[in-house]
């Protein structure tokens, strides 16, 4: 077992800013000296999708072609984290390469809040923005609906969609069964923006049908019009979040139902970006990543996803919330065909496309890694993460991986009973003691080892410890801790 010395030497390795640099040392985009092109670079961020709920991850019910052909052409990354099991501290992690609860943000956003992302951090968007680069985002933020926490003021370039998720609407299953009036004291009208401008104040079911074809429209416009330029689209799709909504196109087309259709559209929305790099000569200069925000919403059922092999889903600690599917594809750069298994997440996104863009970090600490080695298939790559941490929504560490082992603290979680149609059931409070998992064997988590291992748990029980004295526990706030905005 490691000294109480070692581990904070590592500790600190572990959030200190990576060194970044090209692979073979070279400046990314090009292999001469001088000022160089860098890649383009394309997230696309779904919402509620779980760890099955693509063909490349073993989907059924319907056919994910343009998403398995990304698979084929790049990478698969099987142990690929988020940073929170629920919306708005999964894309804080994203954005700002840090653990939420180190930009201060626990819970979700919602249409009183009176907070957002501190504009004081530095986003993945201004970090690219550095280099040259002309940013978008193209669907649902979730991190700040007030003007100064929206896209256009934290680096993006155009923004086009939600400033929150689609359910939080009059139309919530929650209230859907009283008068509008009613409706309206718990829900306001969902809007919709463009930059920092409300050009629909009332986002009505027929819209929301159309808003999947509508992002993935104006991403392939986007490309069109900066393919001469290096170009960063963050395409965070509101969907498939409940309540789900498809176009007529893909409406009734598989065999899963309403679900299938609405990953089949966007998986169609992915083949429309692919023709569009083609076409115009840049396929080979684009790094393109498909991922989700956290695991699937089980309580709603025939429209949830599935997170299948793993253990439960959104909102609890189990993998099925923090595990993601995840995909990358570049040719010529990610190896076609490959599948990456040692452990990565969101908050290395921020870290790496800064390396890859030749742009320097934020000046404050971060928890990313560049996993630059993993994606290019190098040689004995291995995770550059010696310990990786799950809180929950009241800032509260409740989980940590370290290698193949996964130790839980006690805890309450919510195992849900699926509802059907679009209304959620109810859920069973559940309680677990302190647990030990043994992901490599024991990828469900069906098994304690806690009692068989006791050095395993004590050890990773300093690690947890040595972040606690970082970033603090629950209300307490750590030294490395920061705030979350406010007016």
């Keep these: ?281 840049i396929d080979e200069n684009t790094c393109l990543i498909f991922t989700s925000d956290n695991g699937p919403w089980l309580a709603y059922g025939d429209h949830a996803g599935s997170a299948k092999p793993l253990r439960e889903g959104k909102g609890t600690n189990f993998e099925g919330g923090f595990r993601v599917p995840c995909l990358m594809r570049w040719p010529g750069r990610i190896p076609a065909g490959s599948v990456c298994r040692e452990v990565a997440g969101t908050i290395d996104l921020l870290p790496t496309f800064a390396g890859l863009a030749g742009a320097a970090l934020p000046d404050k600490k971060i928890d990313g890694k560049n996993i630059a080695d993993l994606m290019f298939g190098k040689p004995g790559a291995k995770t550059p993460h010696e310990v990786f941490y799950h809180y929950d929504g009241g800032n509260r560490l409740m989980a940590l991986r370290h290698g193949k082992w996964k130790l839980m603290f006690a805890q309450s979680y919510n195992s849900p009973i699926p509802g059907k149609g679009g209304r959620p059931g109810k859920a069973e409070r559940k309680k677990m003691e302190l647990s030990l998992f043994d992901l490599e064997r024991d990828i469900g988590e069906t098994t304690n080892v806690a009692d068989k291992y006791p050095e395993v748990v004590e050890r990773l029980k300093q690690y947890a410890q040595l972040i606690r004295n970082d970033l603090g526990e629950g209300n307490e706030a750590g030294p490395q801790r920061r705030p979350i905005g406010r007016l």
């Design 1 to 281: 077992m490691p000294s109480a010395a070692a581990l904070l030497a590592i500790l600190c390795l572990q959030f200190s800013g990576p060194v970044l640099v090209a692979q073979d040392g070279e400046r990314p985009g090009g292999s001469e000296a001088g000022p160089t092109r860098g890649p383009n670079l394309i997230i696309i961020f779904c919402d509620d999708m779980g760890y099955a709920d693509i063909g490349p991850f073993g989907a059924e019910g319907y056919q994910t072609p343009h998403l398995d052909r990304m698979a084929r052409d790049g990478m698969k990354f099987t142990d690929f984290y988020v940073g929170r099991s629920f919306c708005s501290p999964s894309r804080a992690a994203l954005m700002t390469g840090c653990i939420p609860t180190r930009v201060g943000i626990g819970g979700n956003f919602g249409p009183k809040s009176m907070t957002g992302l501190n504009p004081d951090e530095m986003t993945m968007a201004e970090v690219l923005k550095q280099t040259g680069y002309t940013t978008a985002c193209f669907g649902k933020w979730h991190l700040g609906h007030l003007p100064k926490f929206l896209p256009t003021n934290q680096g993006f370039d155009v923004f086009f969609g939600l400033p929150y998720s689609n359910d939080m609407w009059p139309f919530h299953p929650g209230v859907s069964h009283l008068p509008m009036e009613q409706r309206l004291k718990r829900w306001p009208h969902l809007p919709l923006y463009e930059g920092v401008d409300v050009i629909n104040p009332k986002v009505m079911p027929e819209d929301q049908v159309h808003l999947t074809t509508r992002i993935f429209d104006l991403a392939a416009e986007f490309v069109e019009d900066h393919c001469d330029e290096p170009f960063f689209i963050y395409l965070p799709s509101p969907q498939p979040h409940v309540p789900l909504f498809v176009s007529e196109k893909w409406g009734g087309k598989t065999e899963r139902g309403l679900f299938g259709d609405v990953i089949s559209e966007i998986d169609s929305g992915v083949g429309q970006l692919l023709e569009v790099l083609e076409r115009h000569g």
